[in-house]
């Protein structure tokens, strides 16, 4: 059995999920009273305290964290982070239990940092920063699998700003509509909840049916948000995304040359290295909030349809092995399976 601990984001949680499907073992889920009860309902799953900053619920988290581990007797313990992470890898520390970390990021989390010092193994979706270079493996992160389709690759451009939206990023396409008209690319818009309403009122004098919006000869799809988005992704010519881990992966597995714009204000600056690292690899293009206006964003995409097969042979190479296998054929030589 392997336990994977995570919590607080779907992007700590999804990817734990992925890779929990894929071992030949059991697994079993430790957490707290997150995101993580609700998207990890019908998984093996056992809540207990925590606390980002109260030493009362954390020392508690930790033996809870103990006990669990003596009864279940996991070969490892993986965690994948947020706060709730933390007792529970201290708890196999203790119990001289393998820790692993999956670190989505370019740059490593509190957590991570913390407890890369006891880890047995690091698995990075990036190059490894502030990490013991001698137990890090560069694997990605774990996404589901796609059925990819040459001929589904539709005229279709997809914009999303994360789960929250991007109110600057939902902007400034509105403001370039009648430019991107040129390209003849049909749009997909995930607005987020928070602007979806906005959006949606300014294009009210078009033509429209339901959630499709009819603008000078393109059909704009608008939603707050697309569950799971990579059902979607198959289809999708071009991207224009925020530079979120998990978005970044997923859009990578699905082929998607993408414009990564990256939210400025994350923790470290880490969507900027994120997507720094898979431009250099030819795999979409990168350009900072405050370069982009509608012209420069027209001129870009222009310019990545023009260079569409450069962009194809950079995800191409990316996408040689998944992370998925990469983890599994770590495990398994460690005998950890």
Same mark, same amino acid.
């Given at each position: 059995?392997?336990?994977?601990?995570?919590?607080?984001?779907?992007?700590?949680?999804?990817?734990?999920?992925?890779?929990?499907?894929?071992?030949?073992?059991?697994?079993?889920?430790?957490?707290?009273?997150?995101?993580?009860?609700?998207?990890?309902?019908?998984?093996? #799953?056992?809540?207990?305290?925590?606390?980002?900053?109260?030493?009362?619920?954390?020392?508690?988290?930790?033996?809870?964290?103990?006990?669990?581990?003596?009864?279940?007797?996991?070969?490892?313990?993986?965690?994948?982070?947020?706060?709730?992470?933390?007792?529970?890898?201290?708890?196999?520390?203790?119990?001289?239990?393998?820790?692993?970390?999956?670190?989505?990021?370019?740059?490593?989390g509190r957590v991570?940092?913390?407890?890369?010092?006891?880890?047995?193994?690091? #698995?990075?979706?990036?190059?490894?920063?502030? !990490?013991?270079?001698?137990?890090?493996? !560069?694997?990605?992160?774990?996404?589901?699998?796609?059925?990819?389709?040459?001929?589904?690759?539709?005229?279709?451009?997809?914009?999303?700003?994360?789960?929250?939206?991007?109110?600057?990023?939902?902007?400034?396409? !509105?403001?370039?509509?009648?430019?991107?008209?040129?390209?003849? !690319?049909?749009?997909?818009?995930?607005?987020?909840?928070?602007?979806?309403?906005?959006?949606?009122?300014?294009?009210?004098?078009?033509?429209?049916?339901?959630?499709?919006?009819?603008? *000078?000869?393109?059909?704009? *799809?608008?939603?707050?948000?697309?569950?799971?988005?990579?059902?979607?992704?198959?289809?999708?010519?071009?991207?224009?995304?925020?530079?979120?881990?998990?978005?970044?992966?997923?859009?990578?597995?699905?082929?998607?040359?993408?414009?990564?714009?990256?939210?400025?204000?994350?923790?470290?600056?880490?969507q900027y290295y994120?997507?720094?690292?898979?431009?250099?690899?030819?795999?979409?293009?990168?350009?900072?909030?405050?370069?982009?206006?509608?012209?420069?964003?027209?001129?870009?995409?222009?310019?990545?349809? *023009?260079?569409?097969?450069?962009?194809?042979?950079?995800?191409?190479?990316?996408?040689?092995?998944?992370?998925?296998?990469?983890?599994?054929?770590?495990?398994?030589?460690?005998?950890?399976?």
């Open positions: 059995m392997i336990v994977f601990t995570c919590g607080g984001t779907g992007g700590h949680i999804a990817p734990a999920i992925t890779l929990a499907q894929e071992l030949p073992v059991d697994y079993l889920f430790i957490g707290g009273n997150r995101l993580e009860k609700k998207m990890l309902q019908g998984f093996p #799953f056992v809540e207990i305290d925590s606390s980002a900053k109260n030493p009362v619920l954390i020392l508690k988290g930790i033996f809870q964290s103990i006990r669990l581990l003596r009864i279940h007797h996991p070969t490892a313990v993986f965690s994948k982070g947020g706060y709730v992470s933390f007792p529970v890898s201290v708890a196999a520390i203790l119990l001289r239990i393998p820790l692993l970390i999956l670190e989505e990021n370019s740059i490593p991570t940092r913390w407890l890369a010092p006891f880890a047995a193994l690091i #698995f990075c979706a990036y190059p490894a920063h502030k !990490l013991p270079a001698h137990k890090t493996v !560069l694997s990605g992160n774990p996404v589901p699998r796609m059925a990819l389709v040459p001929s589904l690759k539709r005229s279709r451009l997809l914009v999303m700003g994360g789960s929250q939206g991007a109110s600057k990023l939902n902007e400034l396409v !509105l403001s370039a509509l009648p430019l991107l008209t040129v390209l003849e !690319l049909d749009i997909i818009w995930l607005t987020g909840e928070k602007n979806y309403a906005t959006i949606t009122q300014k294009l009210l004098a078009y033509h429209h049916s339901g959630s499709s919006y009819s603008y *000078d000869g393109l059909q704009i *799809d608008i939603y707050p948000f697309y569950d799971p988005v990579t059902e979607l992704l198959p289809s999708v010519k071009l991207c224009i995304s925020r530079a979120g881990a998990m978005s970044i992966s997923e859009l990578t597995a699905a082929h998607v040359p993408t414009l990564y714009v990256p939210f400025p204000f994350a923790a470290d600056n880490h994120n997507a720094l690292h898979v431009t250099t690899l030819n795999a979409g293009r990168l350009c900072v909030e405050a370069d982009l206006t509608p012209v420069v964003l027209q001129n870009t995409l222009a310019e990545m349809m *023009d260079q569409y097969a450069v962009y194809e042979k950079g995800l191409n190479a990316m996408n040689q092995e998944s992370a998925v296998e990469v983890i599994l054929k770590e495990l398994a030589k460690r005998d950890l399976l």
